[in-house]
T-cell receptor, first 110, second 111 residues
């Protein structure tokens, strides 16, 4: 079965811009979670969506938002980008056994 | 924070040796999982152990769980250069749907 697909793989944006990242989960998985990974902070939970509803939210500012569509695909949006938003953004779909992660989107803010 | 901590932060061994890394966590858990991450890539699920289990094997991997000490260990036997990666533990709780990741152990296997 196809894995979790994240697009784009790499992104370079300027401070103040906004960005949208996309994630397609494994077919049949309704839960999608987003994580931010940086060298200093490790893996930080952003939010989880299940059946188009945000089920959990991490401790991130309101500039970070997301949504999930009826086909379970999810998007994550970051507005007013800051240099500190540079990170690897990982999306994961989950079942009862755990997460399956995508390869991530590497966002660089300059 | 419910985040776990792996120990050691970095480990370097010769090919063929065994590698052991530990994970400690803070709250009651429903299960604990181990993941591997190759540089700059997504995480790959390795193994899940439930809170009522004490030991689990998968190929060259052996995971133990001690809920009284709130700790787990991952043993990789007969290591290979391809095992070079970062390893993370993640805990699942009884009350939420979120998994909490540890800080990771960076393993280098020298050919």
């Amino acid at each position: 079965k196809a894995g979790v697909t994240q697009t784009p793989r790499y992104l370079i944006k300027t401070r103040g811009q906004q960005v949208t990242l996309s994630c397609s989960p494994i077919s049949g998985h309704r839960s999608v979670s987003w994580y931010q990974q940086t060298p200093g902070q490790g893996l930080q939970f952003l939010f989880e969506y299940f059946s188009e509803t945000q089920r959990n939210k991490g401790n991130f500012p309101g500039r970070f938002s997301g949504r999930q569509f009826s086909n379970s695909r999810s998007e994550m949006n970051v507005s007013t980008l800051e240099l500190g938003d540079s990170a690897l953004y990982l999306c994961a779909s989950r079942d009862s056994y755990g997460y399956t992660f995508g390869s991530g989107t590497r966002l660089t803010v300059v | 924070s419910q985040q776990g901590e792996e120990d050691p932060q970095a480990l370097s061994i010769q090919e063929g040796e065994n590698a052991t890394m530990n994970c400690s966590y803070k709250t009651s858990i429903n299960n604990l999982q181990w993941y591997r991450q190759n540089s700059g890539r997504g995480l790959v699920h390795l193994i899940l152990i439930r809170s009522n289990e004490r030991e689990k094997h998968s190929g060259r991997l052996r995971v133990t769980l001690d809920t009284s000490k709130k700790s787990s260990s991952l043993l990789i036997t007969a290591s290979r250069a391809a095992d070079t990666a970062s390893y993370f533990c993640a805990t699942g709780t009884n009350t939420g749907n979120q998994f909490y990741f540890g800080t990771g152990t960076s393993l280098t296997v020298i050919p």
